[in-house]
């Protein structure tokens, strides 16, 4: 498999570009839809200020740019759209999932890249935010379909079998995070290896 390195950066920058076409065009960002299933357990909690993180959080069923990010093959040329999962795993656990599908209301996918965390500790508030730290320690792929497949072991050099989620465990990395939690709404920064983020990603994941 390719360096993970690049697929914490490939995965971080199709979320600054969904992110950034979600704003621009609301209309074509469709509200969460129960089909948004995680592909992780929940256990545990964390506490986040006076807070507690708990669950499964995820976003709402983002078609916005998906279909100039197929074409450009950015993501699998059979993804009409993309949703983000949150899962509290364990009490300093977490996986973030990206989920594509097939179809704009998110209810058959085509495949998904969780990034796994572990020993992760919540430290000073930052205004409203709080800075996280987390090591980033394995990655999970799974390809549905025969597209999402060929996509999959192009951009990670991995072989696949259709249908079957491939576990990969890494070096440990440090990784730094940035969130904030109000209620059943939760926000989160785009993990980062080099130091603590300083903004917030645009877009909300909502528990389920």
């Known amino acids: 498999m390719k360096n993970l390195l690049y697929l914490l950066t490939l995965i971080c920058g199709t979320v600054v570009l969904i992110g950034s076409c979600a704003k621009k065009d609301d209309d074509d ?3 969460a839809a129960s089909a948004i299933v995680a592909s992780s357990t929940a256990s545990g909690s964390i506490t986040v200020g006076s807070e507690t993180l708990s669950g499964t959080y995820a976003t709402s069923c983002l078609t916005a740019g998906v279909s100039s990010m ?3 093959g950015s993501v699998p040329s059979d993804t009409k759209a993309l949703a983000w999962i949150f899962v509290v795993r364990g009490n300093d656990n977490i996986t973030e999932e990206t989920h594509g599908y097939t179809d704009t209301t998110c209810t058959t996918k085509n495949h998904h890249t969780n990034l796994v965390y572990d020993n992760v500790s919540v430290g000073s508030a ?3 935010n709080y800075q996280v730290l987390q090591l980033y320690t394995g990655v999970e792929l799974l390809a549905n379909t025969s597209a999402a497949e060929t996509w999959l072991e192009n951009q990670y050099s991995v072989s696949l079998t259709e ?3 491939s576990k990969t465990s890494i070096t440990p990395i440090q990784s730094y ?3 904030n939690l109000s209620g059943t709404t939760f926000q989160k920064a785009l993990s980062s ?3 603590y ?3 917030l990603w645009g877009i909300s994941y909502t528990k389920q």
């Open 163 to 165: 249908g079957t989620e």
């Open 70 to 72: 197929a074409s450009s």
């Open 29 to 31: 960002t469709t509200t």
């Open 126 to 128: 930052s205004g409203s």
């Open 193 to 195: 290896i080099s130091g």
């Open 177 to 179: 995070g940035l969130w």
């Open 197 to 199: 983020p300083t903004s």
